[in-house]
C-alpha cells in the first residue's frame, strides 16, 4: 500500500500517488508490493535494496548511504493484541532520505503510522527532511515509553490475579510480557547505536562516511538538539525495559512459589476432610459386620452410633484445628 503525503498551510494532507517525482513529500510503504516498490524506485528515482531493506524481519538497525540515499533502518514497537503468545513485538521501519523525498518502509500498518499520518502539529513539514525524521525517531521513543508503561500496568493487573491462582496461566500471561521486554529492550540497544552514529556524523565530519551522512542529511544546532533528546529518550526506554525485566524474573520465580504453595493449602484442607470424613466410615464399617455388635438389640442402636459417629467428627476437626491442620 502507498499512501503520500505533503505539507500543505502546516498540516499534512494525503495527495494523489501520481506525484511520486514531485519534491518535499513523504512516501508511506505499508507491506508493498513487488509492483509498488518497483514503482516507487522507478518514479521516485529510489534504489531497490534500500526499499527492501525494510521487508526482513530480522533485518539489523544500522544505517547506509548509496547513490546519495541514506537508509536509516530502526526498529518499532508494534501491538500484537489478538496474538496469544506475545502481546508485544517490534519491526523494522526503513526512512530512506532521497533528495526529493522522504520514504518510509514498514512490513504493517501500525497505530504508529496512523497517528503521525493524523498529526496536526505545525512544525511536521514534509520538506523540512532532517526534522521531520528526527520527530519520526522521537516518536519511536515515546512509543516505546508508553507501551512500556502499558507493560508495567499489566503485571500489576496479573499480580492480583496470581495471589490466589492455582493455575498456570498467570504465569504464562507473565511470560509474554517477559518476552515482549526482551525484544524491546534488543531493538533498543540496536536503536541506541544508529542514533548515536548520527550524531557522530554531525559532530566529527571528517570522517569518509560520516561526510556522506551529514551531506545527506544536514542538521543545524537546533536539529542536533533533537537528536539527543531522542537519545535520551531512548536510554530512558533502555533503562525502563531493562528494570520492568529484573521486576519481571523476580515475580515469576516468587509467584511460581506461591502457585505451589496455594496448592499445597488447599491439599492439606481436603486431606483433613479426608480424615474428618473416614472417622465416621470407620463406626459405620465396623456395624456393617455380621458379628456380635454393643447395642445391636437396643432400639436406640442406630441414633447412638449416629451420635458416636458424630462425636469422633468433631473430636477431630478439633484436633486438626488445634494442629493448623483445618
Known amino acids: 500500500m502507498i499512501r503520500v503525503f505533503r505539507t500543505i498551510d502546516d498540516e499534512l494532507v494525503r ?56 537508509l536509516i533502518l530502526i526498529n518499532i514497537p508494534i501491538y500484537e ?64 515509553l508508553r507501551y512500556l508503561k502499558q507493560i508495567d500496568k499489566k503485571t500489576s493487573e496479573i499480580e492480583g490475579e496470581l495471589h490466589k491462582s ?32 548520527l550524531l557522530r556524523s554531525q559532530l566529527a565530519k571528517g570522517d569518509p562516511e560520516n561526510t556522506e551522512t551529514s551531506r545527506i542529511l544536514k542538521m543545524y544546532p537546533e536539529d542536533e538538539d533533537v537528536l539527543e533528546d531522542v537519545i535520551t529518550e531512548n536510554k530512558q526506554a533502555i533503562e525502563m525495559a531493562e528494570t520492568y ?41 465396623f456395624y456393617g459386620m455380621n458379628v456380635a455388635l454393643p447395642f445391636q438389640h437396643s432400639p436406640y442402636a442406630f441414633p447412638i452410633t449416629l451420635g458416636f459417629s458424630f462425636l469422633l467428627s468433631v473430636a477431630g476437626m478439633i484436633v486438626l484445628k488445634r494442629n493448623n491442620m483445618f
Open 245 to 285: 525485566n529484573n521486576i519481571l524474573v523476580g515475580m515469576m520465580d516468587a509467584f511460581a512459589s506461591v502457585i505451589s504453595n496455594n496448592l499445597n493449602i488447599v491439599m492439606k484442607y481436603l486431606t483433613s476432610v479426608t480424615i474428618v470424613m473416614a472417622l465416621p466410615t470407620m463406626v459405620a464399617s
Open 81 to 144: 493484541g489478538t496474538n496469544g503468545s506475545i502481546l508485544y513485538d517490534t519491526i523494522p521501519l526503513g526512512i530512506i532520505v532521497a533528495e526529493n523525498a522522504i520514504i518510509t518502509v514498514c512490513l504493517k500498518d501500525d497505530i504508529f503510522f496512523q497517528e503521525i499520518e493524523r498529526t496536526k502539529v505545525k512544525t511536521f513539514y514534509t520538506f523540512k527532511k532532517t526534522r521531520f525524521v528526527l520527530q519520526i525517531l522521537f516518536k519511536t521513543a515515546t512509543y516505546y
Open 166 to 197: 492455582l493455575k498456570n496461566e498467570e504465569l504464562i500471561k507473565l511470560l509474554n510480557l517477559e518476552k515482549s521486554l526482551v525484544y524491546f529492550t534488543t531493538s533498543l540497544k540496536a536503536n541506541e547505536v544508529v542514533l548515536e552514529k
Open 15 to 70: 495527495v494523489s500517488e501520481g506525484g511520486l517525482q514531485e519534491e518535499g513529500i513523504w512516501i508511506n510503504l505499508v507491506q508493498p508490493t513487488e509492483e509498488e516498490l518497483n514503482m516507487v524506485a522507478r518514479e521516485a528515482q529510489i534504489v531497490p535494496d534500500l526499499l527492501r531493506a525494510a521487508l526482513d524481519e530480522e533485518e539489523r538497525s544500522r544505517t547506509e548511504v548509496e547513490d546519495n540515499q541514506l
